[in-house]
Structure formats: C-alpha cells, structure tokens
C-alpha cells in the first residue's frame, strides 16, 4: 500500500464562524496517518500520559486532535533516556551522524505537504507559507547534516618543546529545547539539528498550542533512523509546562537549555539554569524598525515591508514592528503600502489558496492588538486601513499615521499585522528611536546612499540588519539578537558551537 493510500484516515472538519456566508465551508485536515501522532515520544517509545490536551484550530477553534498531556514524570523519563541514548550517540562518526541527518531532511521533503498541513490547521498560518516554512525547516537538517563533519579542534604551537597543545571539541550532552509556536517545525530543526551533528541528544517541549508538527518530525526521526532516546518529544498543555520546564532546566542531567519564545519566559528559564549552572542559548522577543531614508526605493521598500511585516499575520519575532519614515518620502510610502494592502492581503482559513492573512493564534493576540490600536488612536494617531477585531482571533491588517515614540505599539513588540508609522527628519533621529529598545533582534532600512548604507548597519543595535531587503533567515547565515533578544547564536557555522564544549588537551613528555 503506498503512503498516500493510507490518508484521510483522519479527518476534522469544522465551520469558519462568524464569517461571510461566502466563506462559509467545511475545513478538514487530511495527512498521512503516521504523521498524525498524539502521544509522547520518549526513548524511542510512542507513550501516554496519564491525561490528554486538546489541540485546536486557531481559524475555527476547533478540535484538531487530543495529545498525551505529558507531566514532570515523562519529562524525567525523558531526559533519562536522551542521556543513556548520549553515551552512544556521541561514539557515532559524524559521518554516520551526517547520513541520519540527510535522511530526516529527505523524508521531511518527501513529506512537506502534509507538514505543511499540519502547520496550517494547528498554527493558522496560510498554506503557501506553512510550505515556506517545511522547506526552511528541513533546510537545517540539510546544512547541519554537512556541517556534522565540520567540528574541527586546533593544534596550537607550543611554548614548550615538549609539549603539544590541543583543542578538541566535544558534545556538551543533554540539551533541553523549548519552543513557540509561530514556527511550529523550524524553531525545533534549527536547534535539533546542530545538537545532534554536534553529537548532542535531546528532548524537546514543543508550544502547547502546536505540538503536532514536533510530534510529525518525531515520527520522522524514527523512520530515518535516529537512534532510540537521541530525539525525545514532551508534549505538555500549558497547566503543566511550568512543571515540565522545571525538569528540564534543573535535572543535573541536562548540559543545556535553548530556549526560544518570549523575554519574559527566557528570563524565568535562565533563572531555573542558572542553580546547575547549565549553558543556555537564548532566541527572544523582537522589537524591529524598519527606517525608509529619502533616498530609498519606495517600491522596493513597500515591498520589503509587505514581506516582513505580513508573514504569519505579523506573529513572527524578526517582523516589522515600528516604521519609522523621513518626511521627505513619508506621503508617498503611505499611499503606496496602503494600495499594497488592498491589493495583496486577503483574510480567511489558512488553508484557502487566495488566504494570505490567517487568524492569530488565540483571542488573547487579537485583544493586544486591538488594545494597540485604541492607545495610539487615543493619542492622535489616524487609522488609513483596518483597525478592526473580526471574529475569533481574526484581524484586520491595519496601518497607521501620525504616530508617536510614546504609544504602546512603538514601545511594545506587537505579535499582529499592524503597520504603525512615524514621522522622522534626520538619520540621528531615526536612529535613536530605533535604538530605544531593551530588545535588538532585527531590523531593517531602505536607502540608495553608499555611505549612510555603512553608517546606520553598523550604528543599529540589532542582531540582524535587512538593509533593501525584508526577507533574511537562512540556514547560512546567523540568527540571533542583542539586548534582551538573547543569548547565541542559530544557523551558520556558528550554530553548531552552541552544542560543543572545547577541551584543552596538554600531550606532555615528548622529548625533542
Ligand atoms: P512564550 O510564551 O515564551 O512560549 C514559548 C515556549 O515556552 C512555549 O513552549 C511555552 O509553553 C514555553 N513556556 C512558557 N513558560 C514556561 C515555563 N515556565 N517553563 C518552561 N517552558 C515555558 O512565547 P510565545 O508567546 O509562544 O512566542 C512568542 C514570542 O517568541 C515572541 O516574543 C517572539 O518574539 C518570540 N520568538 C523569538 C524567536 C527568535 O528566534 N528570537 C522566534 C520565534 C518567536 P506553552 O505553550 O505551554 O505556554
């Protein structure tokens, strides 16, 4: 029987409330039934836990599935087992480790439908970007894969004549991964593959809102061979997380926490880290301007800022958060980014091939933004386009003028498809309020001029700069912040150092 012979053994249906009759339609989640996991994956076994957690569709708020609701006891079984499972993994040749790699990578290809599917239904976001997001996901696999057997140590010259200095790399062991979900597969692969070709074995916490996509790769792993106990997933709701995250941010057997969601949890886990005193990288919140100078391309700068502001209905810690635009360009970009809107952006389920803004992810999203929106309309700003809550979690995208450093959206990172936009006049300015921020992630700016290109990329107090350009991530290239957006560094050839310790090795004795 083929894989796709075996689909539609599971089906959801629902009704998109609240909508347009036009809209009106049934949504069903079909995928390949083994994808469709919903218990707990530890040492290799598919466990149960001794209650479950509902799983729903942001879009409908429907039921998608129920899943093993793991607790404190399965996260200690967990790490147990990705320990034992690290006194072999680590023997492994990186070659060996390499090929696994490649394997996950090749049926996560095999499989991006129905992963993308997956993310659709559990995380809202459209179809087209849910596949985006598959083929960045496994894009991780695929570079770790390589670099597995890139982790070279150093022979340094010796000041002794009988003596020779070497630096050997090792895994540093159990790594802890807890992520969001707003990238329910990437922000697992981009950690899981560099633990692992580092050598490291681990056991992942995914969002409790998304644990399906974690869950589908878990099965994925165990298809392409990755050993028993290397790759452990604990699903949790969000009652028992903080149990959960306690094991696994103090078990003595855990060498590592990375983390990626929000500042304030990032402090909560850095705190439980800090008493084993356990190495810890840290992807967090994001707060990033987006500076159009006179001299930019307008067109390229609309451009850029409908990318990287709109994906994912603006849920994602690298988009746009404050846009701040010279006078001289100010009305024209305006005009521009609003026909943009109205032409380019369409709400509904995710899954509607026209879709290009989803729902947020829960009520609690849409209400922040609404609340952003009253505090600078409040304030004097004016609403071009949107400024409305649908129903459910749905929002209207929405752009704003005439705002000011002192609202909430500008002071606040948003998490939701609001463009709000100040007026500035010289780049100092500009550069000052970008730089206002106890966070520095991302940020971007347009401008055709050489010199101010150089001045104001190195002057930004960010992790990453888009400079003409509003798309970045790549597995090449490093992902990471500065202030309070974290600690490390994920992607590149630096990603992998995350997850290796350096040992000092002193050959004595050799006479010369
Ligand atoms: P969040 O509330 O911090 O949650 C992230 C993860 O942490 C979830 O798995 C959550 O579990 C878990 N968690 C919460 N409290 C915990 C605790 N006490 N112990 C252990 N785990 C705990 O963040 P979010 O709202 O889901 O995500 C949005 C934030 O993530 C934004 O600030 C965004 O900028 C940031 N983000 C950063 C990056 C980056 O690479 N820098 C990428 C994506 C997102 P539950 O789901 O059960 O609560």
Known sequence: MSLRTSLLLRQVSARLPGLPAAMQRLYSLDVAAPLLRTQGYLGGRWVSAGS??????????????????????????????????????????????????????????????????????????????????????????????????????????????????????????????????????????????????????????????????????????????????????????????????????TDPLVAKISFTGSTATGKILLKMAADTVKKASMELGGHAPFIVFDSADIDEAVKGAMASKFRNSGQTCVCSNRFLVQSGVYERFLDRLGRAMDEELRIGHGSEPETTQGPLINARAAEKVSQQISDAVSRGAKVLRGGNRLHGSFMEPTLLSDVTAEMLCTREETFGPLVPVLRFNTEDEALAVANASNVGLAGYFYSQDLAQIWRVAEALEVGIVGVNEGLLSTPEATFGGVKQSGLGREGSKYGIEEYLDVKYMCLGGLRP
């Open 52 to 249: 479950e957690f509902p799983v729903l569709d942001p879009a409908t708020g429907q039921e998608l599935a129920r899943v093993a609701d793991c607790g404190p006891a399965e996260a200690k079984r967990a790490v147990d087992a990705a320990y034992e499972a690290f006194q072999s993994w680590k023997q492994v040749t990186a070659k060996e480790r390499s090929v696994l790699l490649r394997k996950w990578f090749d049926l996560m290809t095999l499989h991006k439908d129905d992963l993308a599917k997956l993310i659709t239904f559990e995380c809202g976001k459209p179809l087209r970007e849910s596949l985006g997001e598959i083929s960045y996901s496994a894009s991780f696999m695929e570079w770790f894969s390589e670099e597995a057997r890139r982790v070279y140590g150093d022979i340094v010259p010796s000041p002794a004549r009988d003596r020779k200095i070497l630096l050997l790399k090792q895994p540093v062991g159990v790594a802890s991964i807890i992520t969001p979900w707003n990238f329910p597969s990437a922000m697992i692969t981009r950690k899981v593959g560099a633990a692992l070709a580092a050598g490291c074995t681990v056991v992942v916490k995914p969002a409790e809102d998304t644990p399906l996509s974690a869950l589908a790769l878990a099965e994925l792993a165990e298809q392409a061979g990755i050993p028993a106990g290397v790759f452990n997933v604990v699903p949790c709701s969000r009652e028992k997380t903080p149990a959960v995250g306690k094991v696994l941010c």
